[in-house]
């Protein structure tokens, strides 16, 4: 029953791979959020969707592409992973500006390392 | 842009005691909320407790409340009779709208709390 779930939750590659992480929500909201915490613990937003319309794409290099393929969903592919690419990624929702507080729930987190 | 403010990366506390932290936030917004979130070694981002800025009155929740300071735009966490599993890293985050129907939040670089028995 978890509400925000995220797979995998560990993830080692080697540079150049390319690998996606998922994402589902199961409370009903129109936004979900990829975020990205590095190795010293900030968190910073990357992008988000509302109803599967890219809202937000904060100076995020071309190599991420999120997918989402319904308001439930939204994924992260990431081409070509560099060692810079390690930290752990959050995936976030919310209900949404008009009907919501901003309070957005986060997934587990998913640990990337690159080698 | 908004920009959060922790200016205390570490703090302690005995348990039982009380202990509160800092945050301070810019902003032009005038429609907005603050936020603190919980970090455990487990790593999931717990919501702690909310504070709207139209509201006066501070957020309370159980043993956590907020000072909220809305002209000097300073919102701190005090943390009653703490626990051990209060252990964690606080972070404050500022929430406002964006553009499409979503919202954006920016963290505070977080507050790491440790809990002494």
């Known amino acids: 029953d978890t509400a925000v779930s995220q797979t995998p939750k560990y993830l080692v590659t080697q540079m150049g791979n390319d690998k996606s992480i998922k994402c589902e929500q199961n409370?009903?909201?129109?936004?979900m959020y990829w975020y990205k915490q590095d190795s010293k613990k900030f968190l910073k937003i990357m992008f988000s969707?509302?109803?599967?319309?890219?809202?937000i794409n904060e100076t995020v290099p071309n190599r991420f592409s999120p997918k989402s393929p319904d308001k439930a969903h939204l994924n992260l592919h990431i081409n070509s992973l560099e060692l810079g690419d390690s930290a752990v990624y959050f995936c976030?929702?919310?209900?949404?500006?008009?009907?919501?507080?901003?309070?957005?729930?986060f997934g587990p987190g998913t640990r990337l390392t690159v080698t | 842009a908004q920009t959060v403010t922790q200016s205390q990366p570490e703090m302690s506390v005995q348990e039982a005691e009380t202990v509160t932290l800092s945050c301070t936030y810019d902003?032009?917004?005038?429609?907005?909320?603050l936020f603190w979130y919980k970090q455990p070694p487990s790593r999931q981002m717990i919501l702690v407790i909310r504070?709207?800025?139209?509201?006066?009155q501070n957020a309370t929740e159980n043993r956590f409340s907020v000072n909220f300071q809305k002209a000097a735009k300073s919102f701190s966490l005090k943390i009653s009779d703490s626990q051990l599993g209060d252990t964690a890293m606080y972070f404050c985050?500022?929430?406002?709208?964006?553009?499409?129907?979503?919202?954006?939040?920016?963290f505070g670089k977080g507050t790491k709390l440790t809990v002494n028995p």
């Open positions: 976030a929702s919310s209900q949404g500006r008009d009907r919501g507080t901003y309070e957005q729930y």
């Open positions: 969707y509302n109803n599967k319309e890219l809202i």
């Open positions: 504070q709207e800025a139209y509201k006066q």
């Open positions: 409370l009903g909201h129109d936004t």
């Open positions: 985050a500022f929430g406002a709208p964006v553009k499409g129907g979503s919202e954006k939040l920016v």
């Open positions: 902003t032009s917004e005038s429609n907005y909320y």
